[in-house]
């Protein structure tokens, strides 16, 4: 969780290269952004099926993708041959025989006779079109044992989460690391030094504590889940009781990383007030806000992006426990469920999902990068 | 050497690091001692031994020493049996079999009545059982008889689920309404000495009364408390140190020695080699780490050393190895690498000798700021219940406090808030030293 400040100064300078020839105009601004964010995604999505190929190999090691199928296609058979009257005339051992003999040849047609390498391709074409195949034991809340389903039905509930709290800690961790940086050296600037050590501990182990006094001693505030039972009926009063449910994991959230986030980017702004062109500003006599907004925030602005996406990343899978410490029904508690059920297709289609939200933060951050980057759109 | 040794000199010059060295020198410490005094096989036995072991603890009780801070002491265990003090035990024989009469007197001087009061006996005989009568004498002298009964070769007695004895004490539950103070209208405990007088007979030839020990589970026990399986927590607590440890800093110097290496050897080759680095760092950044360990958890191994190899290999292409490299690209210009390849140095001198020594200070702070990621790494798959089948740890406490204990719900918060705290305290120490010598080896952020 900790995020090196060195690792700050050594963003790439990617941009640069996908610049093309000068020019200006806003139709300009509008090619180059889109070119920057088309070469992006491009690379991202070649990165990210070679992260989602590579999960499916860890989780074939023991053959466990193929048992997903294998388990799909009896079903599927059986239930086939539930519905046929000539089957059901049969005596077991006819029965039974038929049976098998069904499943061999639809296993032949699934192509698991194939040598693996061919297999563990087709299984990434279907991760690619997020067909995931059925779950062994769980079900979405219409009772579909899509996995795919499953996991959009908890999809909502953790954007949500992870939305409202990377939100406040953003803003709240630029405006504090920003006034910290104008009079550093002072009590607050110490405090937060002397505090940012904590935030080597992950969200759910603050969870604990904040449920153990908020919920537990206190009582001012529930112990996890999202909506009281039963939800309150006006709409108002629904999100108002989805707020209050929220405040705890969301706390939890931000002081797990607000911390480090405030110093990192305090010590930053403070490496650039002290550039040149700064000093030449107050010696023109440009005002506080002008010299904060105009030359300190504004080139500082692509990095600090950079090393956020590199925080929310670390987030998105820090949820999982976090999500199960506040019974959040998100995709986490239910990454946790299937782990406890032992339900292997739920379990390698979250695995990839992740992947692909990694790979979703990093292309919307990469996105406002383009447009906050003076580089990308002015070209040179 | 020398730089290293300017470089701690000015590092206890922080508060910070100077309470952070202190405590990761008290960790070690306490691993050291723990590793020594109670080994592996003793741990595991002692935690997963049985009931033969904890048999004797009480359920869920807090540490002992919270009767310091509590206004009504709780009560700690009583053990009762013929080697402990205050006991008269005599045998005499009869026409067949033989006559045991045992007496215990104890002091009972806390302010609440003992969780439970457990009698075990045991006994030889061919076909005719023993036959058993227990009496309890009050300080003030009432004689309250609680069993009457024939016992088998192993016979447990509770007092607790004796709900005939719950009827004669006018409702109170058996092991409060013994030690309930008769002159008083409310519930309180009367202090001083009590007797438990067994009268034993047996009626075979040969046949005796082998055991007859009393157990008076307390409500608070030892440095640690028990959890709900009346496990002493201490072995967990102990014996979490040493694996947290070990786990972090094999993990974090592993994870920045193979970063190095690898972002060295981008560097110094250059061409596709670099290439090649940068594009395994773009992907395995879009890996996600916690799931993948998550599922081989699940799936194949949750054995600490193979989850930590594993992590290992995960994070050795993740943000760190940019930074790497971006002082590897100023290390390589440097004239006395440009001098070593003149001689004719091989890229394996240059890359081991020369380049990666020279960045050594560079990489501390970042080895030690990564101890406390590593440690709530492990801490955060034992609470998924993906910890070490075997060995104890912090994060297993956590889980089962959690889980299986519903210990915020029922109270039980020194379950949680011990391991919690040893791991808190293990982080943070970490953190104020690695942000401390942050700031010592890196110039641009001294003045900071």
């Known amino acids: 969780m900790s995020v090196d400040v060195t690792s700050l100064e050594a963003q790439p300078g990617a941009p640069q ?134 996991i959009l039905d908890r999809l909502g509930p953790t954007l949500l989460l992870l939305g409202a709290s990377n939100l406040i800690l953003f803003f709240v961790s630029i405006g504090l690391a920003l006034a910290l940086s104008r009079s550093y050296g002072n009590i607050w600037d110490k405090l937060i030094i002397a505090f940012s050590p904590t935030s080597s501990a992950p969200s759910w182990f603050y969870g604990l504590f904040l449920i153990l006094l908020f919920a537990a001693v206190l009582k001012w505030l529930p112990f996890g889940g999202m909506i009281d039972s039963p939800p309150p009926r006006d709409q108002l009063g629904y999100a108002l009781n989805v707020a209050k449910h929220l405040i705890l994991p969301t706390a939890a959230i931000i002081t797990s990383s607000i911390f480090i986030s405030i110093y990192n980017w305090r010590t930053f702004f403070l490496i650039y007030s002290s550039e040149d062109y700064v000093e030449m500003a107050k010696a023109k006599g440009l005002g506080d806000r002008d010299i904060q907004n105009r030359y ?85 | 050497m020398e730089g290293l040794r300017n470089g701690f000199k000015q590092l206890i010059k922080y508060p910070s690091a100077l309470i952070g060295l202190i405590l990761i020198a008290l960790l070690v410490l306490t691993s050291i ?58 045998v005499s024989e009869r026409a067949t079999g033989e006559a045991l009469l045992v007496t215990y007197a104890f002091d009972y001087t806390a302010d609440e009545a003992p969780q439970d009061i457990v009698f075990n006996f045991s006994a030889s005989f061919k076909s005719r059982n023993p036959f058993v009568s227990i009496f309890w004498i009050t300080p003030d002298g009432r004689e309250i008889r609680l069993i009457e009964q024939g016992i088998n070769y192993n016979t447990t007695y509770r007092v607790v689920q004796d709900t005939k004895l719950q009827r004669r004490l006018g409702g109170l539950s058996p092991e409060i309404g013994l030690f309930d103070n008769p002159e008083t209208e409310a519930v309180d405990v009367l202090k001083g000495t009590y007797q438990i007088v067994i009268d034993g007979i047996s009626f075979e030839e040969g046949s005796q009364i082998t055991r007859s020990d009393v157990v008076l589970h307390g409500k608070v026990h030892g440095l640690f408390g028990t959890d709900n399986q009346r496990r002493d927590l201490t072995i967990a607590i102990l014996w979490g140190t040493p694996i947290a440890l070990a786990f972090g800093l094999v993990a974090s ?55 930590l190899v594993v992590t290992v290999a995960l994070n050795i292409f993740s943000g760190a190895i940019k930074s790497y490299r971006a002082i590897f690209l100023q290390v390589k210009e440097a004239p006395y690498i440009e001098a070593a390849k003149t001689y ?73 808030l011990e391991p919690a705290a040893l791991l808190i305290v293990t982080g943070l120490a970490f953190a104020m030293v690695g942000f401390a010598m942050d700031r010592v080896f890196n110039p641009r952020l001294r003045d900071i």
Do not use: C
Request: glycine share 8%; net charge positive.
């Open chain 1, 17 to 150: 290269e996908q610049v093309t020839k000068k020019g200006s105009g806003r139709a300009s601004t509008l090619v180059r952004v889109t070119k920057y964010t088309a070469v992006k995604t491009i690379t991202l999505f070649i990165s990210v099926v070679i992260a989602v190929y590579l999960t499916i190999l860890i989780a074939n090691m023991g053959g466990y993708v193929d048992q997903i199928v294998r388990g799909q296609i009896r079903e599927f058979i059986g239930q086939q041959l539930r519905a046929n009257q000539e089957y059901q005339l049969m005596d077991p051992a006819e029965k039974n025989a038929f049976f098998l003999s069904q499943v061999e040849r639809a296993e032949k047609r699934y192509g698991l006779d194939r040598p693996f390498a061919v297999r563990s391709l087709a299984f990434l074409w279907n991760a690619i079109r997020m067909d995931f195949g059925t779950a062994q034991l769980m079900s979405s809340d219409t009772g579909s044992r899509q996995v795919s389903l499953i």
């Open chain 2, 344 to 416: 004719g140095a091989s890229s394996g001198r240059i890359i081991f000798s020369y380049m990666i020594p020279r960045v050594t200070p560079l990489l501390i702070p970042g080895l030690v700021l990564g101890v406390p990621t590593f440690v709530f790494l492990e801490a955060t798959l034992a609470a998924l219940n993906l910890g070490d089948p075997v060995l104890p740890t912090w994060g297993k406490v956590i889980y089962d406090a959690w889980q299986t204990g519903g210990a915020v719900y029922n109270g039980f918060y020194y379950w949680i």
């Open chain 1, 296 to 380: 300190i925030l504004r080139p500082t602005l692509p990095t600090i992006i950079t090393s956020f996406a590199l925080l929310v990343i670390s987030l998105w899978t820090g949820l999982i426990l976090t999500e199960g410490v506040f019974q959040w029904p998100g995709l986490g508690r239910t990454y946790i469920t299937a782990i406890g059920l032992y339900d292997t297709p739920v379990i390698v289609a979250i695995t990839i999902i992740y992947a692909y939200l990694l790979a979703l933060t990093v292309f919307l951050l990469d996105f406002v990068y383009a447009l906050v980057d003076p580089r990308v759109k002015i070209g040179d």
């Open chain 2, 33 to 90: 001692l723990t590793v020594i005094f109670i080994p592996r096989n003793e741990a595991i036995r002692l935690w997963r031994g049985g009931e033969a072991i904890w048999g004797h603890n009480p359920k869920t009780a807090p540490p002992a020493w919270t009767n310091i801070f509590r206004s009504k002491k709780l009560p700690e265990t009583i053990l009762l049996n013929p080697s402990s003090p205050n006991v008269e035990s005599q």
């Open chain 2, 253 to 307: 110097f592993g994870t920045s020695i193979f970063s190095m290496i690898f972002a060295a050897i981008g560097v110094w080759f250059g061409g596709w080699v670099d290439e090649l680095i940068q594009r395994i760092t773009e992907i395995s950044i879009n890996m996600p780490l916690l799931s993948i360990l998550i599922m081989i958890g699940t799936f194949y191994s949750r054995s600490i050393w193979v989850i």
